[in-house]
Every structure is written in structure tokens, then in C-alpha cells.
């Protein structure tokens, strides 16, 4: 009966707005797979689908005779939907504007900041609504070298909250531009597009005028889902809709570098990929999509209720699930979505924004959500400032170049390079930090690699010339590179192509200049560094090729010796590297390591291995033809004990640490392993210094799951101390400190785990305790701070017998 009632329902909706939004239990795999290309599916919770079809996918969705439960809360809200008629009832930002308010505030824009933006039409909606986006940037009407940044909202009708956080955008960027730093640095620095309202059918259905969205609905008025309706990465295709085209053409119009879709239903980030999980085909910028992602949820956690951003709680398939962020796939798949559009064939990096819980957001919380993002969302546009930037142009004219393509290599794949735009040049890849090697290539030039090193949240700039084909490439090599005061270097031609000049400049030498081919006898009177410049001239362009810093010049005196190493304290079995840092250019290097393996060495800088825990000095005699120095460094290096792990068997140690059988990750099911330590200092007694405790209880410490008894002895038949499990280590021997009184020296440890659950296990600092040690005085009491009574003081010290 319940099932009629639903039906009832849906048809009801289905005839008077075009559509239903429903929920169902999720079937198999195979099913779901087919019912999303069949569906427009917008979340999954805790088992339950959430979905939304227009008639046809309706009919058919019935005809798998699964349940369903239309969505009431949706239908039934009784929360404020209040219309702003004018632009002046606007001003507190706590109404949804009628479409024609709408379009009068965005003209508005264009005549109360002439300079700062421009009023696009991207196209029409099936009922004839303009789609417009506001373009600011200072210098609107120049193209110039910065990257463009693209907003778009309530593409699905009903998620209303972008259309008014939007259009506030725009208005906040302009109103406080000049005045607000931030603000100023992002007009000035980026071109910034914001089309707040991208399905307007939608949003204002069955309301002709446009002037309500209390029946607003998903779909535009063909009952189509806009963002399952971009040609998709799989091979499946759709009719496209008028809303879908003019994004499409739009973005291939202009050179965007990032761009955010903001929706709503849930509070989040999703980043690509929507057609693949993230262990199916990871993006080539995975690193760098959780951490712009996290610039936004971080800011957000500082400015809004915990409770705010919590994304969808639970993920349908993928390993991938945090707090706020989310891979888009892995919570489930988007077939034919806008973001993996913009992002595969665009080379844009497009975010969607999941900006409510709420579709249609009461009014009077309009503030409030403004206030929760804001900060937030300059931040995530700042970082399309990041990564590595620059123009490109010809070496030979000039001219800036478009459609160079700048891949790096080893990392781009699926679209994930981008290119450079004319008419400036200018190129914008926001990548996670690293060293990468990029590319530059375009049809008729010779193509670039350089290596370049990028920093999170640094902009690094990259200007490139490209050399046309056909045109010789300069290079050269000089023979010595590194000489002393009153030497000659000679250089070599290593450039490529037919050359009919050369000019070449030395910077430092005499004689500075020359035009011959191998210019050889350079001398060089001074100390310092200096550059090496090739010009050619070839196929009637200039060219030339700059070393910076090319020739070293070293004073004609003995060397200073010096060195350092990457690590001073290391656990045995590690390899150091050593560096030479001696000064007046040493051609001769002599090493000794004591302890290291090997002991010696005449390399520059050598790598050590240090197998036996100590402390160890290193000399270092490096010299020139004028002499040189022995640089000792006393204690230098130290080795310390590696970790004891918990397995059967013996040891024999007073140092180092005993941690579980998984050291610093956690210890395994089913384990069952007795060790006995013994003290390496004869007549000393081994003591367990317990810092971190963590073993799986049942209810709590005495009874347990896992458990971790010790044994005053050299076996399990020697008296039992304890056994322990949970989280306190207070509860082992003398809060935490647990030394063995046996003649041996010894303790004997025994650790057992279930078969379920595992966790951290412990960790111990090994000593031994010599009976001639003095004792160790501590004590603490009941009460630390009080006005009557009495304070019960408690002892804590080791191996007192006087107090
Ligand atoms: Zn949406």
C-alpha cells in the first residue's frame, strides 16, 4: 500500500514538475552500474540511493521492480524562499533574486566598475534564458600574462546556493577591490569569470517569468541532467543540450586554468576523476587535488561549525574518504559530468563544490554559508597564482607563441598537460611540489626540457624562447670549468645547425670577447664565478646560449678543508653521504672513517656505512697544487642501536628501544611470541622504560583481547610481573618502569594477539640498572591543590631504602 501511496506521489510530481527525486536500496553491482547511465544519481548513504528521473527514466526505472521512497523532506520543507523583486531588496543578501533581477545586478557590475569587467552571454537555455558570466580582472579589456579562473553554479536547478554565493562574489571582488589586499591581488593578477546561474530553466521551472524558485528542479526543461550530459571519457554519448553547448564552446574559447561547479545536497570538494576510482586510474595530480582541496577545507574549519563540510560520511566503492574531500568516483561514478569534461578534454582543473546540504537553502541562511566560504574561496583561487608559469615566444622574433604544449615528463597523462595562450604567451601549470622535468613543444620549433623545482603555494616562473627548425641551436663546452687565478680555459662550439656567426662573451676573461669557432687560452686573473654567453647566427636569426655561473676561478692558495655529512645520528646498518666543502678548488682528497665501512677513501664525496653502534670522528685532508689542511671532527658521527622488535628468541642489550613486532606500524593478528632480554653489562639488571602503550582490550585493562605479560627471569616460569593491555602505561611495573630483579639480569616478555583488531603495541626504552646506580627520587600526591583536609603523598622512587 505504501508502494501506491509513493507511486501516487511521484507521478504527481513527475506531471507538474518533470521530474521526481526519490531514494531505493542499493541493488548489485551490475545493476547499479546500469542504473546510473539510466539515472541521474546524486548520493549514497549508509546503503540507500539517492536519485532523481524524469518521466521516461521513471517508466523504466520501474520496470527493475525495485522499492522506492520519494524524498518528502524535499517535497514538504516549509523553510523561507524569499524573492528579491528589486535590486535594492538585494542588499542584505538574504533573498534569491527574480531572473530579471538577476540580470540587472550583473549589468550593473559592467557600469558601475567600467574597466574592471565585462558581461558575457555564453548562450540560451531551451526556454530562451541568457546563461551570462561576469569576466573582472584589471585591464579587462587587455589580455595579459595571467591565468584565468572560471566560477559556475546551480548548473542542477534546485541547488540554488552558488547562484546567490556567486553573484556575491562578483559583487565582493569588485566592491572591495583597491581596499581589501587580497581581494586586489586576484583582480589584479587573474582573470576571474563567475557565471552564477547555468541552468536558469531549472532553477525557475513553472514559473514563466522567472520570478520564483520554490518548484525548482534538477534538470534543465528537457528533463536532462546537465552534468551527465557532457561528452564523457567512456565512449557513451548523449544528445547535448543548448546549456551543455555554450559551456563547452565557451571554455574553448577562452584559456581557463582552473575552475570550480558549485552544487549542493551534501557539503564537499570532489575531485577527479567522476568516470574512474581512484585504484581504477589515479589522476596525474592526485597530490596536488588534496592539497588545494584541503586549503579550502582547512579555511573552512576555521570559519564555520564543525558540523559544516563533513562530506558524505561513507563511500559506496573507493578507498577514499576524508573529512570534506572526496574523489569523486569513489563515492560514486558521474557519466558524462562537467568536471571530468573541463578536465580531460579542457586541461582545465575543474572542482566540483558541494556548497549545502540543503538544495534550495532557506534564504535567511544565505549569510551564514557566504560566511562559512569566503575566505575559503579566495584561498583555493589563489592557487591557480602556484606551481610553474611563463610566456613563450619565438627566439628569433619574439613573437609570443600559442598552443605550445607543456607536458611534464614521466607524469602527465589522460589530458593532464596544458598549453601556452595567446596572443600573450603566457602558460599556467599548478602542480604539487616537486623536481620535474618539462617540455615544451610546438609543430615547427625544436622542443625544450628544463628541470624545474616546484614549491606548494609558490608561484615559479619559467620564461621560454623556442628555437624554429631549421634554425642551429647554440651550445658549448669549456675545458676546465674549475681553475685557479691566472688560468686558461678552452672552449669548444657544441652548437647544432648551419651557423654563419659566432660571438661569443666571457664574462671575467680575456680576452672577453670572440668571434672565432673554439676560442682556446681564455685567461681568467680573478676569483670569482662568472658566465659564458654564445650568440649565433643562423638561418638569419640570432640565437644565443647563456651558462650563468659557468667558470669557477679559484685563488692560487691552499686549500681550506671541509666537509659535512646528510645525517649525524643514525641507527646502525645506515649509509651516510659525506660532502666535501672545502675551499681553493682540492683536486686531492683523503678520508678516514673510523667505524665506518669502508674505512678510507680518496673520492670527493663518498658514502659510508656504519654497522656497529659508537661514536666516531672524521678526518678529512683535501689539497691542491698550494697545499692544504686536515679538517678532524671529533664525535661526529654517532650509531645508535636499532630497534628491538618483538619476536622468539633472545637479546642481548642495555640500549635502543623494544617496540611491538610491527615497530612504529602496528603488530599483527594472531601473534604469540616470548623474547628474553639480557643485559650486555654483566652484573647489571635489564629495565623497560615503557613511552607508548596501545594493545586491544576488551572492556579495559585487566581483561583483554591482546596482552603483553613479563617474567622477572630468564623464562615464561619465572614470576610473573604483569599483564597488560588498553591504552595506560602506568599500569606496567612502577608507572611504566619495570626492571628485572632475577640474578640473571633478565626479563622475559610474552605477547599474544586475537585473531581480530590490531593496534599500535608499545614502545620501550631498553637500560640497565646497576645495583651502585644512587636511587632515583619522585613522588606525587592525591591532591595538588586544596584548602583543608589532608594531601595522601605517594612515593615514586627507585631503589630508595632511606627516605
Ligand atoms: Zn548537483
Not at 565557451?250 to 552544487?263: G, I, K, L, P, Q
Amino acid at each position: 500500500m505504501a508502494q501506491d501511496a509513493n507511486l501516487d506521489f511521484a507521478q504527481e510530481k513527475l506531471s507538474t514538475r518533470g521530474e521526481i527525486y526519490f531514494t531505493f536500496p542499493e541493488a548489485d553491482y551490475e545493476t547499479m552500474m546500469t542504473l546510473n547511465r539510466q539515472l541521474s544519481i546524486d548520493d549514497f548513504k549508509d546503503g540507500i540511493v539517492y536519485a532523481y528521473a524524469n518521466q521516461q527514466q521513471f517508466d523504466n526505472f520501474l520496470t527493475y521492480g525495485i522499492e522506492f521512497t520519494p524524498v518528502y523532506d524535499y517535497y514538504n520543507s516549509t523553510k523561507a524562499l524569499t524573492m528579491a523583486t528589486t535590486v535594492a531588496e538585494m542588499a542584505g543578501w538574504d533573498r534569491y533574486p527574480t531572473h530579471a533581477v538577476y540580470e540587472e545586478m550583473m549589468q550593473d557590475f559592467v557600469d558601475n566598475y567600467p574597466g574592471l569587467c565585462r558581461l558575457d552571454t555564453i548562450g540560451f537555455s531551451v526556454n530562451g534564458w541568457p546563461i551570462i558570466c561576469l569576466a573582472i580582472s584589471d585591464n579587462i579589456d587587455t589580455d595579459e600574462d595571467e591565468p584565468e579562473f572560471w566560477w559556475s553554479g546551480t548548473m542542477h536547478g534546485d541547488e540554488t546556493t552558488g547562484y546567490v554565493l556567486l553573484l556575491r562574489l562578483a559583487d565582493y571582488l569588485l566592491s572591495n577591490y583597491g581596499t581589501d589586499p587580497q581581494v586586489t591581488n586576484l583582480v589584479q593578477n587573474m582573470e576571474i569569470y563567475i557565471n552564477p546561474l547555468a541552468n536558469p530553466d531549472g532553477t525557475f521551472n513553472n514559473s514563466p517569468s522567472a520570478t520564483s524558485v520554490s518548484q525548482s528542479i534538477r534538470a534543465n526543461t528537457n528533463g536532462i541532467d546537465l552534468n551527465r550530459n557532457f561528452p564523457t571519457l567512456n565512449g557513451d554519448s548523449y544528445t547535448l543540450q543548448p546549456e551543455i553547448q555554450c559551456m563547452m564552446d565557451y571554455s574553448d574559447e577562452r584559456d581557463f586554468v582552473m575552475s570550480a561547479n558549485t552544487h549542493g545536497g551534501i557539503e564537499l570538494l570532489n575531485f577527479p576523476w567522476d568516470t574512474w576510482q581512484s585504484w581504477e586510474n589515479i589522476n596525474a595530480d592526485h597530490n596536488w587535488w588534496e592539497h588545494v582541496c584541503f586549503v579550502y577545507a582547512d579555511q573552512v574549519e576555521i570559519d564555520a561549525p564543525s558540523t559544516y563540510l563533513e562530506g558524505p560520511g561513507t563511500m559506496n566503492y573507493g578507498p577514499y574518504n576524508t573529512t570534506g574531500v572526496t574523489h569523486c568516483a569513489d563515492w560514486y561514478y558521474a557519466i558524462g559530468s562537467r568536471q571530468d569534461y573541463m578536465n580531460y578534454y579542457r586541461y582545465i582543473q575543474e572542482v566540483t563544490i558541494e556548497w549545502s546540504d540543503t538544495k534550495t537553502l532557506g534564504t535567511e541562511l544565505l549569510n551564514t554559508y557566504w560566511g562559512y566560504n569566503k575566505e575559503a574561496i579566495f584561498l583555493y583561487m589563489e592557487q591557480a597564482l602556484y606551481g610553474l608559469r611563463g610566456v613563450v615566444t619565438d627566439a628569433c622574433t619574439g613573437t609570443p607563441l600559442g598552443d605550445v604544449k607543456v607536458e611534464i615528463v614521466g607524469h602527465d597523462k589522460d589530458n593532464s598537460e596544458v598549453y601556452s595562450a595567446a596572443p600573450v604567451g603566457n602558460y599556467h601549470r599548478p602542480i604539487y611540489a616537486g623536481t620535474y622535468d618539462f617540455t615544451f613543444s610546438l609543430s615547427g620549433y625544436q622542443s625544450q626540457t628544463h628541470t624545474v623545482i616546484i614549491t606548494n603555494d609558490v608561484s615559479t616562473r619559467l620564461d621560454i624562447q623556442l628555437i624554429p627548425d631549421g634554425t642551429g641551436t647554440p651550445d658549448f663546452a669549456g675545458t676546465p670549468t674549475s681553475i685557479f687565478e691566472g688560468e686558461t680555459v678552452d672552449f669548444t662550439d657544441a652548437s647544432s645547425g648551419t651557423i654563419t656567426s659566432r660571438s661569443w662573451t666571457f664574462e671575467g676573461g680575456s680576452p672577453a670577447s670572440s668571434a672565432v669557432t673554439n676560442p682556446a687560452g681564455i685567461s681568467y686573473a680573478t676569483a670569482g664565478t662568472y658566465d659564458v654567453t654564445l650568440e649565433i647566427v643562423s638561418n638569419g636569426c640570432t640565437v644565443s646560449e647563456l651558462k650563468e655561473d659557468y667558470i669557477t676561478v679559484a685563488a692560487a692558495v691552499p686549500v681550506v678543508s671541509d666537509f659535512e655529512a646528510d645525517q649525524t645520528t643514525v641507527p646502525q646498518g645506515t649509509t651516510i653521504n659525506f660532502t666535501d666543502l672545502s675551499t681553493n678548488n682540492p683536486d686531492d682528497w683523503t678520508w678516514t672513517f673510523d667505524g665506518g665501512t669502508p674505512g678510507t677513501s680518496s673520492d670527493q664525496n663518498p658514502s659510508i656505512v656504519y654497522n656497529t653502534p659508537g661514536t666516531y670522528d672524521v678526518v678529512l685532508t683535501a689539497t691542491n697544487a698550494y697545499g692544504g689542511n686536515t679538517e678532524t671532527k671529533v664525535g661526529y658521527i654517532t650509531v645508535t642501536e636499532s630497534d628491538l622488535l618483538m619476536s622468539d628468541g633472545t637479546a642481548t642489550r642495555c640500549s635502543g628501544l623494544f617496540k611491538d613486532s610491527g615497530g612504529d606500524g602496528q603488530y599483527v593478528d594472531n601473534e604469540n611470541y616470548t623474547l628474553t632480554i639480557y643485559p650486555s653489562t654483566a652484573g647489571s639488571f635489564v629495565r623497560l622504560t615503557f613511552t607508548e602503550f596501545d594493545i586491544e582490550e576488551n572492556s579495559g585493562y585487566p581483561d583483554c583481547y591482546d596482552y603483553l605479560t613479563i617474567y622477572d627471569g630468564e623464562n615464561t616460569s619465572a614470576t610473573e610481573i604483569g599483564s597488560y593491555c588498553d591504552v595506560d602505561l602506568n599500569v606496567i611495573g612502577t608507572n611504566g618502569v619495570v626492571t628485572s630483579t632475577d640474578p640473571s639480569g633478565a626479563l622475559t616478555l610474552n605477547f599474544v594477539s586475537d585473531g581480530g583488531v590490531t593496534r599500535d603495541g608499545w614502545v620501550a626504552e631498553i637500560s640497565c640498572y646497576s645495583p651502585t646506580d644512587p636511587p632515583i627520587a619522585d613522588f606525587t600526591s592525591d591532591v595538588t591543590s586544596t584548602c583543608t583536609g589532608i594531601v595522601q603523598f605517594e612515593d615514586l622512587s627507585y631503589a630508595a631504602t632511606e627516605w
